[in-house]
Nanobody, 129 residues
Framework: QLQLVESGGGLVQPGGSLRLSCEAS????????IGWFRQAPGKEREAVSC????????KYADSVMGRITLSKDNVKNVVYLQMFGLKPEDTADYYC??????????????????????WGQGTQVTVSS
């Protein structure tokens, strides 16, 4: 059974960088699209980015466009979310979820699709001076 564990969060100053990891165990990510989402205190969970099973499709939310890159290491079974130019409004708990889509080039930022299951426990990112 697939399990996901996020790591890499922490406190960073505005303009700084962080690399978050979503490490999978129990199954290979060769068969899962991975989505990154975040939830700030008092706000709903929102999409950040996703990457397809093949790695060919990557999508980014407008709020982070140009400030993040997403990569997948099928050998290590890890998906990385590299964030640059962090802003205080990026402060949130960041979660990764897995979508067992059969389409190799598909991923979605649509949370209402309910495609993502399981989820990791989250990693906290705080951007503050």
């Amino acid at each position: 059974q697939l399990q996901l564990v996020e790591s890499g969060g922490g406190l960073v100053q505005p303009g700084g960088s962080l690399r978050l990891s979503c490490e999978a165990s129990g199954a290979t990510l060769d068969y899962y699209a991975i989505g990154w989402f975040r939830q700030a205190p008092g706000k709903e969970r929102e999409a950040v980015s996703c990457i397809s099973t093949s790695g060919k499709t990557k999508k980014y939310a407008d709020s982070v466009m140009g400030r993040i890159t997403l990569s997948k290491d099928n050998v290590k079974n890890v998906v990385y979310l590299q964030m640059f130019g962090l802003k205080p409004e990026d402060t949130a708990d960041y979660y990764c979820g897995a979508d067992s889509t059969v389409l190799p080039d598909f991923c979605t930022l649509d949370l209402s699709s309910r495609r993502y299951d399981p989820w990791g426990q989250g990693t906290q990112v705080t951007v503050s001076s």
